[in-house]
């Protein structure tokens, strides 16, 4: 059985990373000492849940997570740092710190270092989510002992529930838009403005004006879709803002 360490202090480990072309050592007293964080610790870096879902959810609602008390949220893999930071980049996830614990230090000492040599991976960590106040696990989420690879509990949204079930999660915004188009950008200054982070798809590059046009109805960029609904162009966003 997979051991729950609440209430105990996090393994004492030193990670070894890489920043700007310079090794950086960073303690378990730097990452967690008289801070809240919230960590979660997967499989590994470009596998398709960690990537489609895992590390997506958490960098979506790290905002939220900050404005409820939470310093920092961390993501630990037993990868090496260069592998961390290329993922990091891919991910584009610049709310989430990835720590690499490249020799399975810490997730041993966390009782939750697994064999996944049958995927030819070694030994990995198991999913797991947890919160950490000055070192000391105060809550932890861990996914079930099941065949495969679960991904149940060890979400953003669980944990943010548990941190604040009333917190106010930010709306999904995605907007179509094209390069040096005066509609598009005053667009994104309206939802800057607002507070409001959006993912851009580029036409040309990310989609075809015939994809566009077949879920918007239209033709013209910008077009924004906030919480899956249509909202429209500029205009009909400018309306839409000035009422919420």
């Known amino acids: ?46 596998t398709p849940t960690c990537s489609s879902t895992h590390l997506p959810g958490y960098n979506e609602l790290a905002k939220v ?6 310093h920092d949220i961390v993501c630990m893999s037993v990868n090496d740092t260069f592998v961390m930071n290329e993922w990091a980049k891919d991910q584009e996830a610049d709310n989430v710190t990835l720590i690499p614990d490249g020799n399975g230090e810490f997730t041993e000492g966390m009782g939750l270092l697994v064999d996944k040599q049958d995927l030819g991976f070694g030994k990995r960590s198991w999913r797991y989510s947890m919160l950490v106040r000055d ?7 861990i996914e079930p002992e099941e065949p495969g690879d679960p991904f149940v509990v060890s979400d953003a949204e669980t944990m943010l529930s548990y941190v604040n ?3 106010q999660k930010p709306k999904l915004v995605s907007l179509f838009a094209k390069v040096g188009c005066p509609f598009c950008a005053r667009a994104k200054a309206m939802l800057q403005d607002h507070g409001m982070d ?16 077949a879920m918007t109805g ?27």
Do not use: C
């Open 218 to 244: 239209a033709a013209t960029v910008p077009q924004v879709f906030i919480d899956g609904k249509l909202v429209g162009g500029s205009e009909e966003l400018a309306t839409y803002l000035g009422a919420v």
């Open 1 to 46: 059985m997979l051991p729950n360490r609440e209430g105990q202090r996090v393994p004492n480990v030193t990670f070894h990373t890489r920043q700007d072309n310079q090794w950086v050592d960073i303690t378990t007293e730097e990452l967690f000492g008289e801070k809240t964080i919230v960590v979660f610790s997967l499989p590994g870096a470009f």
């Open 165 to 167: 079930a009333q917190a």
């Open 65 to 70: 997570f900050k404005a409820n008390g939470v």
């Open 135 to 141: 070192g000391l696990i105060e809550k932890m989420f």
């Open 198 to 213: 959006y993912e851009e798809i580029v036409l040309g590059r990310d989609v075809t004006t015939r994809s566009v046009r």
